[in-house]
């Protein structure tokens, strides 16, 4: 048995390793304080500081696997504690175990119902786990404890929008907007004018948050916004700068393509799309909108095929990947170039019915290749199958008639 003198000493000497452990933490060296706190919590296994600081140690390196054990147990040493089941619900998230995690985030909003930072943390876990209507609340009743929190402001105002409280969206980001000028609010409130079918609006405000930040998503937002509302020379001026600066982004290449073909520059169409996919080969958009533009521009057959020839390489499971790429080659080169491979547009287009029995488009143009070889027989069901699955296929109708 100890004296009482060297139960001090023991004491003192314990203390000193723990306070050596925070000074470790609290400067960053992670590792240093977990194996100074590995060594006392088998001394103080029933320590809520050494147990919690520990379970900390272990998140900040990051081995949240590790640390979970550490952060319940502190829980069970001190259950009244909100900030410990704030850390051990934050960790919990971190392992993908959502619904032990938000039994701790609901038990630290019991705990303090009037903290701020609890009832935040809980609308923030269910705006990041999509559950909207369940965050609201939390959400608005955070914003009644700290008005002037631009973040929580920030949710909530997305939140109101996704749950179609315009007004009140609306509303709370002219409140941010007194406090902070910034791009995202001003993203987010075209994105309400556009809910709000205010377009022009809506275009005005993507514009704002282009000019204070010009980053390829608030780019990219203000020229689709031109582009969805066909204001079309804006549009195109947009996206050719956007792509200037940032040359390496698909989807910016893409809606260039889109605003130069709807104001109907289609050779310069095709260019834009053709980057869009060498920049992104894996990106069906790209070819989907390549294949529209690709209609109105056959001079660039060969690059066009190659473009198609790669995708269908990439994704030989895709339907739409075959056919794009014997559409590609049927309208590329005509009847009577030798190079026409027609058994092998057949052989595509059969590839792709199969694997997509409900491609009205494919079948109808396997039925349209049959046709113009006057192979009738063949031809008339795939036209049947077509008008199954599509019955507004007018050219298939034509067709079937001839037939």
């Given at each position: 048995?100890?004296s009482?003198?060297?139960?001090?000493?023991d004491?003192?000497?314990?203390?000193r390793?723990?306070?050596?452990?925070?000074?470790?933490?609290?400067s960053?060296?992670?590792?240093?304080?977990?194996?100074?706190?590995?060594?006392?919590?088998?001394?103080?296994?029933?320590?809520f500081?050494v147990?919690?600081l520990?379970?900390?140690?272990?998140?900040?390196?990051?081995q949240d696997?590790?640390?979970?054990?550490?952060l319940?147990?502190?829980?069970?040493?001190?259950?009244k504690?909100?900030?410990?089941?704030?850390?051990?619900?934050?960790?919990?998230i971190?392992?993908?175990?959502?619904?032990?995690?938000?039994a701790?985030?609901?038990?630290a909003v019991?705990?303090e119902?009037?903290?701020?930072?609890?009832?935040?943390?809980?609308?923030e876990?269910?705006?990041?786990?999509?559950?909207?209507?369940?965050a609201l609340?939390?959400?608005?009743?955070?914003?009644?404890?700290?008005?002037?929190s631009?973040?929580?402001?920030?949710?909530?105002?997305?939140?109101?929008?996704?749950?179609?409280?315009?007004?009140?969206?609306?509303?709370q980001?002219?409140?941010?907007?007194?406090?902070?000028?910034?791009?995202?609010?001003h993203?987010l409130?075209?994105?309400?004018e556009?809910?709000?079918?205010?377009?022009?609006?809506?275009?005005?405000?993507?514009?704002?948050?282009?000019?204070l930040?010009p980053?390829e998503s608030?780019?990219f937002?203000?020229?689709?916004?031109?582009?969805?509302?066909r204001?079309?020379?804006?549009?195109v001026e947009?996206?050719?700068?956007a792509?200037?600066?940032?040359?390496?982004?698909?989807?910016?290449?893409?809606g260039?393509g889109?605003?130069?073909y709807?104001r109907?520059?289609?050779?310069?169409?095709?260019?834009?799309?053709?980057?869009?996919?060498?920049?992104?080969?894996a990106?069906?958009?790209?070819?989907?909108f390549l294949?529209?533009?690709?209609?109105?521009?056959?001079?660039?057959?060969?690059?066009v095929?190659?473009r198609?020839?790669?995708?269908a390489q990439?994704?030989p499971?895709?339907a739409?990947a075959?056919?794009?790429?014997?559409?590609?080659?049927?309208?590329g080169?005509?009847?009577?170039d030798?190079t026409?491979?027609?058994?092998?547009?057949e052989?595509?287009l059969?590839?792709a019915?199969?694997?997509?029995?409900?491609?009205?488009e494919?079948?109808?143009?396997?039925?349209?290749?049959?046709?113009d070889?006057?192979k009738?027989?063949?031809?008339?069901?795939?036209?049947?199958?077509?008008l199954e699955?599509?019955?507004?296929?007018?050219?298939?109708h034509?067709?079937?008639?001839?037939?």
């Amino acid at each position: 048995m100890l004296s009482p003198v060297q139960a001090q000493t023991d004491h003192r000497q314990l203390d000193r390793e723990f306070q050596a452990a925070v000074s470790d933490y609290n400067s960053g060296h992670f590792r240093a304080a977990a194996a100074r706190l590995q060594k006392l919590v088998r001394e103080l296994p029933d320590s809520f500081d050494v147990q919690e600081l520990l379970g900390m140690a272990y998140v900040a390196q990051p081995q949240d696997s590790k640390a979970t054990a550490h952060l319940e147990k502190a829980v069970q040493l001190n259950p009244k504690s909100a900030p410990a089941r704030t850390n051990l619900a934050t960790n919990l998230i971190r392992l993908g175990k959502l619904g032990p995690a938000e039994a701790e985030f609901k038990k630290a909003v019991e705990l303090e119902p009037d903290s701020y930072d609890t009832v935040h943390n809980l609308g923030e876990f269910y705006v990041t786990a999509k559950k909207i209507s369940e965050a609201l609340p939390y959400l608005e009743q955070a914003q009644q404890l700290k008005p002037s929190s631009y973040d929580n402001g920030y949710d909530l105002s997305l939140a109101c929008l996704h749950v179609g409280r315009v007004a009140d969206a609306r509303r709370q980001v002219a409140d941010l907007l007194k406090q902070k000028d910034t791009a995202e609010l001003h993203n987010l409130l075209a994105q309400i004018e556009e809910k709000d079918g205010n377009s022009v609006a809506a275009a005005n405000e993507f514009q704002a948050a282009a000019h204070l930040d010009p980053s390829e998503s608030n780019l990219f937002d203000w020229g689709s916004e031109l582009l969805l509302h066909r204001t079309l020379d804006p549009a195109v001026e947009v996206f050719h700068k956007a792509t200037g600066r940032y040359p390496n982004s698909p989807r910016l290449a893409i809606g260039l393509g889109m605003a130069l073909y709807s104001r109907g520059n289609y050779d310069e169409a095709v260019k834009s799309l053709l980057r869009a996919t060498d920049l992104d080969p894996a990106d069906a958009r790209a070819y989907l909108f390549l294949s529209k533009a690709y209609d109105s521009s056959p001079n660039q057959a060969e690059d066009v095929i190659q473009r198609f020839r790669r995708f269908a390489q990439l994704q030989p499971e895709n339907a739409r990947a075959l056919y794009y790429y014997a559409m590609s080659l049927w309208k590329g080169r005509r009847v009577e170039d030798a190079t026409l491979d027609l058994h092998q547009i057949e052989d595509l287009l059969r590839k792709a019915v199969a694997l997509h029995p409900a491609y009205a488009e494919a079948h109808q143009q396997l039925g349209n290749l049959y046709s113009d070889q006057k192979k009738y027989t063949e031809a008339i069901p795939e036209y049947l199958k077509a008008l199954e699955r599509n019955p507004d296929l007018g050219d298939a109708h034509y067709r079937l008639g001839q037939a």
